[in-house]
């Protein structure tokens, strides 16, 4: 359960503020001194601070100063009366999340916490993954705490401090050299370079010399010697983008530098020794392009010493709020509008968990860079969405599906249960979100989740 510490000098507020909470199923923690609000927050896990500004002592400001020298990324939010709002913006100046007016609206002020609380998820699990896979985050800001990632972040774990070729396969968009360089900056060559090339971008004669670099004189145009992509990666990490496009001749030149550790730059004759990992990334099935023939089965079994398999996104639901909250983090400087984006509606979230996103965390991206630019309200909905995009789900409920002889009430009942599981999901097992999504009341989900046995953890 997610808590919050509320720091009013004014015990109304303070009552108020816990009831108003606790029934949207936070924990709420209480004080009325700013010197007691440090001392929570030492024995306390505490997901946001809601703390007013004027208060005796300690007031609101000097209280946010101490807790972001403690703890920079904790939510505060700041309540304040219409007359200190100056000092409003000095607090968000000094990094407040947000602040509020009194008397306050009970919607927007449970609007600003849940969007704080969600937001300060994703920090936590980044710290949390980053304590499992060192210090991945800071370098590839992988999102992700689906099962399907965890296994990904425990082979990155397992395998980034060895000198293993690493071959990593997965559909277009879904993050494959932000894993590579997870590799490459949790091992032992951080300090060496990480040097990039994709396999498809270049013919072949020029990705021959991108490699392994050319002599003077060795083709028209060749004015200077250069050193190739191997040569420049020497001590680090080569990453071989859409290996699976190269050609048959430049795979028998990519195993020979494999297995003897050394090449010669085209037109030359000297033999170059490089100590470099190499990484390789295809968007193809490598065992199959091999079984086909297109392929090389020698060269398949050198990149293939460990192998890491990236999930699309249709397969890691659970990680689409985390990764729209990051991107709504990282596309915020750029709006110009002075109406910040909160959050995005239950709507939205619901067509975002239903559709199949072919382009993956790439096309999600995209999709939250270009809404945060037109988006007009704090709040995206289904009208901020491209024009057609609801109309391309591909997991709309298909009537024609089900067979002529089904029984009406045990259809419903397995919608019903889908869709309670499907919410229980997106709310991270919290209730009163889950009922919310649905529409219905707290009680009654309560006793639909009795009715099929669903397991909701430990979450209320």
């Not at 108003?20 to 024995?43: H, M, R, W």
């Not at 498809?200 to 490699?211: G, M, P, W």
Request: hydrophobic share 40%; with cysteine; aromatic share 6%.
């Amino acid at each position: 359960m997610d808590t919050i510490l509320v720091v009013d000098d004014e015990k109304n507020y303070l009552l108020v503020l816990s009831a108003l909470l606790e029934d949207e199923g936070y924990e709420v923690l209480t004080t009325a001194s700013s010197l007691e609000a440090l001392e929570i927050l030492k024995a306390s896990d505490v997901d946001l601070v809601l703390t007013d500004m004027k208060m005796p002592g300690m007031d609101g400001i000097e209280l946010l100063e101490q807790i972001k020298t403690r703890d920079a990324e904790l939510p505060v939010i700041m309540m304040t009366a219409h007359g200190t709002v100056d000092k409003a913006v000095e607090a968000m100046q000094k990094g407040a999340y947000s602040y509020i007016l009194k008397p306050f609206d009970n919607e927007r002020l449970t609007l600003y916490v849940q969007k704080a609380i969600t937001t300060f998820k994703v920090v936590k699990e980044n710290r949390r993954l980053r304590n499992a896979v060192e210090s991945q985050y800071q370098f590839g800001n992988i999102i992700g705490k689906s099962k399907a990632m965890r296994d990904v972040f425990e082979i990155i774990h397992k395998v980034a401090p060895s000198n293993a070729t690493v071959l990593i396969e997965g559909e277009s968009g879904t993050g494959k050299e932000l894993v590579a360089k997870s590799i490459h900056f949790n091992s032992p060559r951080r300090d060496n370079p990480f040097v990039a090339v994709n396999c498809s971008a270049l013919a072949e004669s020029l990705l021959e010399s991108e490699l392994f670099g050319h002599e003077r004189g060795a083709f028209t145009g060749a004015i200077s010697s250069k050193k190739g992509r191997f040569e420049l990666a020497h001590g680090g990490t080569l990453f071989l983008d859409e290996i699976g496009e190269l050609s048959s001749n430049l795979q028998v030149k990519l195993l020979r530098v494999l297995q003897e550790k050394s090449f010669e730059r085209v037109g030359g004759v000297r033999s170059i020794a490089v100590d470099i990992r190499v990484i390789a990334a295809t968007n193809k099935n490598l065992g199959l392009e091999m079984r086909a023939g297109r392929f090389r089965e020698d060269l398949f079994y050198r990149l293939n010493v460990v192998h890491i398999a990236i999930p699309p996104l249709r397969e890691r639901q659970e990680d689409i709020r985390l990764l729209v909250n990051h991107f709504l983090q990282k596309y915020a400087g750029e709006r110009k509008s002075a109406v910040p984006v909160l959050g995005v509606a239950q709507e939205v979230d619901r067509l975002f968990y239903d559709y199949s996103w072919p382009g993956n965390i790439r096309e999600l991206e995209n999709m939250i860079e270009r809404v945060m630019i037109l988006c007009p309200n704090e709040i995206i909905t289904g009208d901020d969405l491209p024009r057609g995009f609801k109309s391309s789900l591909d997991n709309a409920l298909h009537i024609d599906g089900i067979p002529a002889n089904a029984r009406l009430y045990e259809t419903l009942e397995m919608v019903e249960k889908t869709m309670i599981q499907r919410a229980l999901k997106m709310a991270d097992n919290v209730q009163s979100h889950a009922a919310a999504i649905l529409g219905i009341g707290k009680s009654g989900l309560n006793q639909k989740i009795k009715k099929y046995n669903l397991e909701v953890g430990a979450r209320s």
